[in-house]
Nanobody, 124 residues
Framework: QVQLVESGGGLVQAGDSLRLSCAVS????????MGWFRQAPGKEREFVAR?????????LYADSVKSRFTISRDNAKNTLYLQMNSLKPEDTAIYYC????????????????WGQGTQVTVSS
């Protein structure tokens, strides 16, 4: 059974940093993408970042987080990370880890596996 468990969310002030983690169990996702999405209150879920889960380091970011967020993974630990710097109030959302998408997609409908989400709240 595949499980994705996020952690690391919390309440921070604008300008602070947080690192989200997503522990994956049940299988590995070689040759598939893994990603982070977020959903703010009253808004649709949106793409944040994705990374190829193999020897390549191809990454893609939403324009709104580019240069502030960094996605990475530790194959040995089967864990995905999202380092978030210079946080803004508009980054407030539930952040979800997702896995198993075909290479190159940013559509949430293409990801079959999801975590339960972790809340990130950024105060001004």
């Amino acid at each position: 059974q595949v499980q994705l468990v996020e952690s690391g969310g919390g309440l921070v002030q604008a300008g602070d940093s947080l690192r989200l983690s997503c522990a994956v169990s049940g299988r590995t996702f070689l040759n598939y993408d893994m990603g982070w999405f977020r959903q703010a209150p009253g808004k649709e879920r949106e793409f944040v970042a994705r990374i190829r889960w193999n020897g390549g380091e191809y990454k893609l970011y939403a324009d709104s987080v580019k240069s502030r967020f960094t996605i990475s993974r530790d194959n040995a630990k089967n864990t995905l990370y999202l380092q978030m710097n210079s946080l803004k109030p508009e980054d407030t959302a539930i952040y979800y880890c997702a896995a198993g998408a075909p290479i190159g997609t940013t559509a949430d409908s293409d990801y079959p596996y999801w975590g339960q989400g972790t809340q990130v709240t950024v105060s001004s």
